[in-house]
């Protein structure tokens, strides 16, 4: 009888310890997934998350150009996804993103900066910032109906062109630049939103107007920006052929662009704005 008692015991510290075993295999199974892959589950969803934010981009500077073109009122409306949610049943964190216009900017067009004859034009920028938690953060930026991408190290990066463009004339002798560029202007202060959800930007064109108009550059042309290395990439593309595209800095940390002749034609700069009315968010006011 006591033999049978202690076997019984026996089986049932066993079983204990066998339940024991089993729920620590469980927790570090679980550890291991929480530890190792999840993290890369998310960062590939923020990733591609980034994916459909620069497909969107592209949709919303197709809009606008076609807006600037046919110079048509009729309001379009395209999707951003501002952000990327959480995983069930694990410890992630969602990914927030936020889009706005950025009006009080210093981004600039300069002709012959300080002399008496100076020539300017601002242009502003459309921008969404992914707070991103797994994946590295980035903003996209719409800067005069270019597509700008900048991370928190290393240099912006160009997507799309802005619309610049060069007519080389050879009587008179002379290289035209052409800026044809975009401005976004918020239209009922709807020019911010921020969260998870789905963000519609509600954009129609108002006008067309010529800011600088057949000036003949004496020295040069220079270009303020938050994205520098991006904005001489693309003109490099663009006009390097006929131009000199520099980037150069003031001394301090800030760069920016410089365009002089590279060959003996004088230069003439033409620059045009074409504003479109912009609204963020959901719903719309007319």
């Known amino acids: 009888m006591i033999f049978t008692m202690r076997a019984l015991k026996t089986s049932a510290v066993a079983g204990v310890i066998e339940a024991l075993l089993m729920v620590a295999l469980v927790a570090v199974v679980l550890s291991m997934v929480q530890l190792i892959y999840i993290p890369d589950i998310m960062e590939q969803r923020e990733a591609e998350h980034m994916d ?55 981004t600039k067009i300069v002709a012959d900066e300080g002399q008496p004859t100076e020539q300017s034009m601002t242009i502003n920028s459309l921008e969404y910032t992914a707070e991103n938690i797994y994946f590295v953060r980035q903003t996209y930026a719409l800067e005069g109906g270019g597509i700008f991408v900048k991370q928190p190290t290393g240099n912006s990066t160009v997507r799309a062109d ?15 630049i052409y800026f044809n560029l975009t ?3 918020s239209y009922k202060n709807r020019s911010h939103l921020s969260g998870l959800s789905k963000c519609f930007i509600r954009t129609n064109y108002s ?80």
């Open 52 to 106: 459909e934010v620069s497909n969107q981009f592209s949709y919303l500077k197709s809009m606008t150009d076609i807006q600037t073109v046919t110079e048509a009122d009729a309001p379009m409306f395209t999707m951003i996804t501002l952000g990327c949610e959480k995983l069930p049943y694990f410890v992630t964190v969602s990914s927030y993103g936020e889009v706005q216009i950025i009006e009080d900017g210093e």
């Open 207 to 286: 006008h067309t107007e010529q800011i600088i108009d057949d000036y003949e550059v004496v020295w040069d042309i220079k270009i303020y920006t938050a994205y520098p290395h991006a904005w001489q990439d693309s003109l490099n593309d663009t006009i390097g052929d006929y131009v000199d595209v520099s980037l150069t800095t003031d001394g301090e940390s800030d760069e920016f662009i410089v365009l002089i002749e590279s060959t003996e034609k004088p230069i003439h700069l033409f620059a045009s704005e074409t504003v479109i009315y912009t609204q963020i968010g959901h719903g719309w006011i007319k």
């Open 183 to 185: 401005k976004y202007v």
């Open 162 to 176: 802005p619309p610049v463009y060069i007519i080389d004339k050879t009587v008179p002798d002379i290289v035209e």
